[in-house]
């Protein structure tokens, strides 16, 4: 077929693995663009709360430290870093 470009196995890959995540990301987008206030609010106070959720349910990986914990993780490696600024 002319004109018709085949996407490279890279691009192929990527868009397995990313899946429908973009669009995702685009309703997240849109989604703090035009909430109010007390929406945001509630949204991220609901989003601490389940943290906390999350946090006591495996105690032993995430430090205590409350809002001040960052997780990163990368392949084949794990960093809890409690004081940064």
Known sequence: MAGYEQPSPKDALLARFLGDSLDHDQEDIEFWRTASDELRGRTLWRLLVQGRY??????????????RTRLILKPKAMSIITDYE
Do not use: Y
């Not at 999350?54 to 809002?67: F, G, H, S």
């Open 54 to 67: 999350i946090a006591k349910a495996v105690p032993n990986t995430i430090a205590a430290q409350e809002d």
